[in-house]
């Protein structure tokens, strides 16, 4: 009999579970690491703005920028309470969970696909240039960022190990 293909499959969804629980550390590690829900909106709401002197947006761009805005606004709340949810859960409750969360994610991401997509056909070449160049990350920017995070746990890790092969110090008679 041939297992290859069990395994595979094995492997690919370990692999999934493996990476869904990592999104979902690194942005509680992120949340920590930025001051919570309050600052990662301040962090939002400055980018945009930003983005906003940047593109020195027309009168009759500015409805379509704040359509864009409104569409665009991380639901920090909802995320939260969803990561609270996930660590009260058993195993396989939790991978059900997350497996739901991943398909809500999707369908806000084509939400926020289509709102992109609406704002940025009314945008000028010069503006779709900038926009191109600060609205997102490139993917050199983002594999930066996760090699950051990377090495970051595997320091941790790292500590963690080194806490539990030194020994006890014992306490001076």
Do not use: I
Not at 3 to 30: I, K, N, Q
Not at 131 to 142: I, K, S, V
């Amino acid at each position: 009999m041939n297992r290859t293909p069990v395994l595979v499959a094995l492997f690919a969804a370990a692999t999934f579970a493996g990476s869904a629980l990592a999104d979902c550390d690194h942005e509680a590690m992120h949340a920590r690491m930025h001051g919570g829900g309050e600052q990662m909106a301040a962090m939002h709401a400055k980018h945009l703005a930003k983005l906003h002197d940047k593109l020195k947006l027309t009168a009759q761009q500015e409805p379509a920028w704040k359509a864009f805005t409104d569409k665009a606004k991380p639901d920090l709340a909802k995320r939260q309470a969803a990561r609270e949810e996930l660590s009260k859960l058993a195993t396989p409750a939790r991978l059900d969970r997350m497996l739901a969360l991943m398909k809500e994610g999707e369908a806000r991401m084509a939400e926020h696909a289509a709102a992109v997509k609406e704002f940025y056909a009314q945008l000028t070449p010069e503006q779709q240039k900038l926009f191109d160049d600060h609205a997102m990350p490139r993917l050199g920017a983002a594999k930066r960022a996760m090699h950051g995070h990377k090495d970051h746990m595997e320091h941790m890790n790292h500590m963690e190990h080194m806490d539990k092969a030194a020994p006890a110090a014992t306490p001076a008679k």
